[in-house]
């Protein structure tokens, strides 16, 4: 049987959020490839290579995908969320348009996920409802002053804001830029999500006006999403309601 | 037994894209609730209900899906892919905002989908794995000016771009005025994808370098993608691969 190459999401956590697309190239594949805590999601089974790593080695692991691929092996390359979506698709693409020529022959296929920021946004009510921009707020493969770019960028063209990879052990300080940029730019109370692990059992959800956001309130496993300038707050018993409407006058 | 409304996503089209919460939500519920096509989506079924109406009336819609959910019923309101990204959640939440106070303690959630932009980036390869942003081109509900003004600053901000609601047979010169700004102010021949009804029979994608983009290579039931300054295509036998690479220098 010859090899082909899956690279899917595994949404944001809960089982019931996994496409049955995904599902099946599970359920077909000889081998596993992912970062630790994604690839520990997948049930062992008998017949299926699980390969784990660790962050930051993700060239090296799409290189072992194609190579595993390459050699007649049906492998999945997993990422939490959308593998399109600040994950292991460009990655992959990247090593295939570096690697050996053979790999542009490979059957290689990119099945969706429930990206992060949907989830989220769930959750939250329907605060990407009208025009947004996702940004990944880590500044480890792009220049901080091109983030700052476009955060004021985005706030002038009022887009409601996703953030991935708000903030780590390693880059405390970035958050807290990019809190006082909006904070700055932004001049108002609007709201700010902040959905840490939703769909897991340790779901948290916060909605804070933006002048009280304070850098504490997001770690690796937050997603954060700030509300245009339109975006509305539905109080109520229990959790409110965010939510940006369909219409701008 | 007590009502509830789920604001739910159908994915792109295909089946094995529609998530097994959304399956659930769907076994459970007395009336399904939404545009014509959407609704045809859900089989039908002993004691469901399905309630389909035509475009442009998502507020009456709303109103009637939680007036139901208000008398006991179980009630799932259906959007092809994400309910919150240019779909139904934002309307019912106006509805609800809008509606009597005893709405708000109506059981409501919102179950997320497979939206467009990521089908459609996921066939094509990885070309939102970088920063981006989604911009419906409808002016329905907001100004031209309101466009444009969006369009120039992403470009600015050298964001990938997805468009959703491109073009129509009632508004078939928007998308034409879009194509003009971004060849203005990008520049260069970075690549566009069209993804026409991703996951369905009528699948089609085509990859055209900007200048050549024409405005009939768009209707309402294309993806419009268009890369950011950084975005690769990787040719081979067969389709293209277009991605946006992680890092920038």
Redesign the interface.
């Known amino acids: 049987m010859s090899g082909w190459i899956a690279i899917a999401g595994l949404?944001p956590g809960?089982?019931?959020?996994?496409?049955?697309?995904v599902r099946?190239a599970l359920a077909e594949a000889t081998d596993v490839i992912g970062y630790f805590p994604y690839v520990a999601r997948v049930p062992e089974r008998e017949g299926l290579v699980k390969h784990g790593s660790d962050n930051r080695v993700?060239l090296d692991r799409s290189r072992h995908a194609l190579d595993l691929a390459a050699a007649g092996h049906r492998v999945v390359v997993v990422s939490s969320g959308?593998?399109?979506?600040?994950?292991m698709?460009?990655?992959v693409?990247?090593a295939?348009?570096a690697g050996p020529a053979a790999w542009?022959?490979l059957d290689?296929?990119?099945?969706?996920?429930?990206?992060a920021m949907?989830?989220a946004?769930?959750?939250a009510?329907?605060?990407?409802?009208?025009?947004?921009?996702?940004?990944?707020l880590s500044d480890n493969?792009?220049?901080w002053a091109?983030i700052e770019?476009?955060l004021r960028?985005?706030a002038?063209?009022?887009?409601a804001m996703a953030f991935y990879n708000p903030r780590s052990k390693s880059r405390p300080e970035g958050f807290a830029r990019a809190l006082e940029v909006l904070k700055e730019v932004c001049g108002d109370a609007r709201p700010v999500i902040f959905a840490r692990a939703v769909s897991t059992p340790e779901e948290d959800l916060r909605v804070v006006p933006l002048p009280e956001c304070q850098p504490e309130m997001a770690d690796m496993r937050t997603m954060v999403l700030v509300g245009s300038s339109r975006t509305?707050v539905?109080t109520?018993?229990g959790a409110p309601?965010v939510?940006?409407?369909?219409?701008?006058p």
């Open positions: 949404g809960a089982e019931d959020l996994v496409t049955p697309e099946d993700e959308d593998p399109g979506v600040f994950a698709a460009s990655a693409f990247e295939l348009e542009r022959d290689i296929r990119v099945l969706p996920g429930i990206t949907l989830a946004s769930a959750r009510g329907a605060p990407l409802g009208h025009d947004f921009c996702a940004i990944n493969l792009k220049p091109l770019k476009r960028l985005a002038e063209a009022d887009f509305r539905i109520r018993d309601i939510y940006t409407p369909r219409s701008t």
